[in-house]
């Protein structure tokens, strides 16, 4: 079956650091890719969405300086929170699909603490 | 992108159907309906998805109106880990403007 790992699991840092994230398909070929970001408040927000062999959409609120990403395969993608502070806290998802108006397939995401 | 509206919370038993229903009454003609559901400590788990009619897998069934504004998760005989948060998403067919935007969701909470 089509399975998405995210490491690490959950993370700490502190305010002002950078982080760096990582999320694999493991089972299916991850040609979009989807970050986003879940508040503690559970509101969805994301991130970018990255399409091999195009360039990576990032949302209004959100730009590649910040949260720098790559996609340099089928297979895996990460992402880092650059000069993390407090409002960076959530949980971050990644979601990845193989084909238009397929599933997206989600990872149990990564925890991200700024102390 | 179509706005939905759902409940923000559902009860049911255990072993009971539940029905949660989620409205998009500015739905596209290109748009699908999914639906997602996550439990605590985990990411989106993918349900079901329908353009219109009558979809049905092993996890649960989707009903969709004819003008496709209104659309329905049913979920036979609900047990405790169907305790989740349940997300009805519309989006686009192509890859790229294929985004998924997630509302605040219904929060389903089963007893036993």
């Known amino acids: 079956g089509a399975l998405v790992y995210q490491y690490p699991r959950r993370t700490i840092c502190k305010s002002g650091t950078s982080m760096r994230m990582e999320c694999q398909a493991v089972?299916?070929?991850?040609?979009?890719v989807a970050w986003y970001r879940q508040s503690p408040q559970k509101t969805f927000e994301l991130i970018a969405l990255s399409t091999v062999n195009s360039a990576i959409k990032y949302e209004q609120n959100f730009t590649q300086e910040k949260f720098p990403i790559s996609h340099p395969n089928l297979s895996f993608s990460s992402m880092t929170v650059l000069n993390a502070y407090l409002e960076d806290r959530g949980l971050y998802l990644c979601g990845a699909r193989d084909r238009a108006n397929s599933d997206y397939t989600f990872g149990s995401g990564t925890r991200l603490l700024v102390i | 992108l179509a706005k939905t509206t759902q409940p923000p919370s559902m009860e049911a038993y255990e072993g009971q159907e539940v029905n949660v229903s989620c409205s998009h009454t500015?739905?596209?003609?290109?748009?699908?309906i999914y639906w997602y559901r996550q439990v605590p400590h985990q990411g989106p788990q993918f349900i079901i998805q329908?353009?219109?009619d009558y979809v049905v897998n092993e996890v649960a069934s989707l009903f969709i109106s004819a003008d496709r504004k209104l659309s329905t998760l049913s979920l036979p005989w609900v047990s405790l880990r169907d305790a989740a948060v349940y997300y009805c998403?519309?989006?686009?067919?192509?890859?790229?403007?294929?985004?998924?935007?997630f509302g605040d969701g219904t929060v389903l909470t089963v007893k036993p």
């Open positions: 089972g299916f070929q991850a040609t979009s």
């Open positions: 329908g353009y219109k």
């Open positions: 998403i519309v989006t686009g067919y192509n890859t790229n403007t294929g985004k998924l935007t």
């Open positions: 500015n739905i596209a003609t290109s748009e699908y």
